[in-house]
C-alpha cells in the first residue's frame, strides 16, 4: 500500500492510499462558548463523523461527567436513550441536559463500554473528552485529568480558528506515548439535535484517512482547514490491552471546536 509523507514541522502527517476511516465517539453540544448560565443538549454517538455514513450501537457509557476546577460532577444519571440517525442507518446513542451556571472551564469525559467490532474481531474502547467554557474565563483546560488515557491540549479548545494549529500531548497512565498514532476527523454532517440526526455533508471526505504521528514526547501539531468540530483519536494507547478475552484497542479522544476568526 502506498502511502505518502509529509514532514511538517516535526511531525509526521500520513495520508493513506486505502479510504479507511475511524470508529470516533462523539461528545456533542452546539454550544462551546457561552456568555450567560445555560441549559447544555447534548449527544453521545458512536459513528464514522467524516465519511458520515453508518452509526454504531452504543450502549449505556460507563462513566459521564464534566470536571469543573478540578472537581468531578457526574453526569451519568442524566442520560437518556435516543436514536440516532445517520444517512445509512439508525442506532442507539444518549441524549443529556446539563446545567452551566459559573464561569469557566467544562471538560465533559465519556467512558464507554468496550464496543465489539466484529470484522476487525477486537474491542474498541475510546475515552473521549470535550470541552465547553463559560465567559472566557481558563480554569483549567489544560490540565490532564488522570484518565486511564487521553490526550491534554496545548491550544484552548474552544478558541481555535482557521488557519491555526491545534496541539496536544498523548498520555497512557499520565506518561507521554512515543510515536502515538493519532486519526483525524471533522464532523462533516452537522448534527441536527432536534431531529437526532447528521445533516448533509459540508465537505466531500477526503478518500484517504489524515492520521498524525507524536513526537518523542507524545506531542502532535495539526493545521486546521476548516471551521467546526475536530476530533482527534490516539488509537490503542491505553494501558489495557484486552476485554473478554480478545485485544482491546482502548483509545484517546479530543473533541475541539474551529471557528473562522472575524
Known sequence: MKKLLFLV????????AQPAFAHFVLVYTDQVKLEKPATLDMRLIFGHPLENSNVMEMAKPLEFYYVF?????????????????????SASAYAAQVKVRRNGDYIFVCVPEPYYEKNEDIYIQQITKSFVNKAGMPTGWEEPLGLKTEIVPLNKPTNVFVGSTFSGVVLSDGKPVAGAEIE?????????????????????A?????????????????GIPKAGDWGFAALGVGPEKEYKGK?????AVIWIRASELK
Do not use: R
Open 184 to 204: 483525524i476527523e471533522m464532523i462533516n454532517g452537522l448534527p441536527n439535535l432536534k431531529k437526532n440526526a447528521f445533516g448533509k455533508n459540508q465537505i466531500e
Open 206 to 222: 477526503p478518500a484517504s484517512s489524515i492520521v498524525a504521528i507524536a513526537d518523542a514526547q507524545g506531542v502532535f501539531t495539526f
Open 69 to 89: 476546577k478540578g472537581k468531578k460532577v457526574d453526569q451519568l444519571s442524566a442520560v437518556k436513550s435516543i436514536k440516532w440517525k445517520g444517512p445509512q442507518n
Open 9 to 16: 514541522a516535526g511531525f509526521l502527517f500520513i495520508f493513506s
Open 247 to 251: 485485544e482491546l484497542s482502548q483509545d
